[in-house]
């Protein structure tokens, strides 16, 4: 699936350290060589958490025509002028409206109509009375109170009058603009579609879970992870499994994956090992190239496109892909699906380190924290070794705490961005 035409510059022929491309810098090339998927109609159950390409004006008004807000009695609100709890009015019960009712009672001097909320509001009545300040006596009822002209009446186009824009270009279809949409009457929008992607590792050593691990066999974890971390970032995932470190498989299998989805990650071949055939592989099928980003963990990536989508080549070593894909990849998938640029990234707060961090001089670290409310502020620690083999320190996290690349460590108590990996969590 062609989606993203490849411009710019790519690698940066000149990085600001030699050989390694700085974090920022890569993160900005990286996002400016996504372009997002055309926008398409989607029918509104699709299009939750998609990114609208049209403005969207009301046909209708919302409500569709004056109701009642409450259960209760319709009236002519003349008839009641000085009614009190004490000294209530007696009024004639005519009919009964329910929500749906298409033919209406005429709501004559001296009587009432039930009504009930959502219902509309019959010709004649000009208020309603609740049912709480009311008392059923026969056929008459009794009304504890003069209700103010359309007292306890929701107009017509109250919410939104027609014709006008309820929605903008760009805007991301939360549940509430979802509502907004149906309630207008829009079955269908223009909008970005969720992109597809397609997920594979690479490593002759790797062995699904379920299958027996032979010697010198490692779990592949990486396929499901970066599948799961992919549909948490809002898109399609489809781990399309293992491929074997040889030129023909993985020319097939990346062949197939740039085929079948709008930006394919994978894991794995990308730093200097003998049997990383993938760098090799990838250069032959597009501008997929090796680079190194100044960053711990995640250093050798490669980024292009290979068959006209975007490709992401992470580290193998789980806890580089883990980061990778949060810092780098999330935000680019997110471009793809059309998010403007403010929502792009996670959150970050700022927060102090409850221990003394190191860092290596000349990259970006993103270590692995949990977060704690602390006496002035919420409180960064390490989640454990932070190694980057060591996936139970990502399993722990609550969020990545960033050591700029400008220092070699930061004293304990000092002020630290931290990016926020888990939605819920709150100082
Ligand atoms: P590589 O980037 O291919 O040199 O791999 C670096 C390390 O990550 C090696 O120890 C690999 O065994 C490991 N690794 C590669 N792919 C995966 C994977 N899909 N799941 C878990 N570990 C992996
Ligand atoms: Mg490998």
């Known amino acids: 699936m062609t989606t993203t035409a490849p411009d710019g510059r790519f690698p940066p022929d000149r990085p600001a350290v030699p050989g390694l491309v700085p974090f920022d810098e890569a993160r900005r090339i990286v996002l400016e060589r996504i372009r997002p998927l055309p926008p398409v109609p989607l029918p509104l159950a ?34 009641l002028a000085g009614a009190t709890p004490e000294h209530p009015t007696r009024l004639r019960l005519a009919g009964e409206v329910f929500a749906g ?39 008459d009822v009794l009304l504890g109170m003069a209700p103010a002209e359309r007292g306890f ?28 949409l149906a309630s207008i009457g829009r079955p269908v929008v223009l909008a970005h579609p969720r992109p597809t992607v397609i997920v594979v590792s690479t490593g002759d050593e790797l062995v699904d879970p379920g299958e ?24 399609h995932a489809f781990p399309l499994g293992r ?32 049997h990383d055939y993938t760098k090799q592989v990838l250069a032959e099928l597009g501008d997929v190239t090796p680079w190194r980003v100044a960053m711990q963990p995640g250093m050798p990536q490669a980024f292009g496109h290979a068959a006209g989508v975007p490709l992401f080549g992470l580290p193998g070593n789980p806890v580089s892909a883990f980061v990778v894909f949060e810092v780098l990849v999330r935000p680019a998938l997110r471009k793809l699906a059309g998010y403007p640029p ?45 190694g980057s083999g060591v996936l139970s320190s990502c399993v722990a996290a609550d969020g990545l705490a960033v050591v700029p690349a400008a220092e070699r460590g930061l004293p304990e108590g000092a002020e630290v961005e931290v990016v926020v990996l888990r939605e819920d969590w709150g100082p």
């Open 101 to 139: 009712t298409a033919r209406l009672p005429l709501v004559e001097p001296g009587t009432v109509v039930r009504i009930t909320t959502g219902a509309p509001l019959p010709p004649g009545a000009d208020a309603v009375v609740p049912v709480e300040a009311t008392t059923l006596d026969g056929p």
């Open 342 to 386: 403010g929502r792009l990234d996670r959150p970050r707060i700022v927060a102090r380190l409850a221990e003394p961090v190191r860092s290596p001089a000349g990259k970006t670290s993103f270590l692995r924290v949990t977060l704690a409310p602390g006496p002035s502020g919420p409180l960064a620690s390490l989640t454990g070794a932070q």
């Open 46 to 79: 699709e299009a939750a958490g998609c990114v609208l390409a049209e403005d969207v004006a009301a046909a209708e008004d919302i409500p569709p025509f004056a109701n009642s807000a409450m259960d209760g009695f319709a009236v002519r609100s003349a008839d």
């Open 153 to 180: 009446v929701r107009a017509a186009g109250e919410d939104v009058a027609a014709g006008t824009i309820v929605l903008r270009s760009g805007q991301v279809l939360e549940p509430a603009a979802i509502g907004m």
């Open 243 to 274: 491929l074997r470190d040889d030129v023909a498989a993985l020319e097939a299998g990346f062949t197939r994956a740039a085929a079948e989805g709008n930006a394919v990650i994978t894991s794995g071949g990308v730093s200097v090992g003998e």
């Open 212 to 235: 027996p691990l032979g010697p010198g066999q490692i779990r592949n974890s990486n396929s499901f992870m970066l599948a799961a971390q992919a549909t948490a970032a809002g898109v």
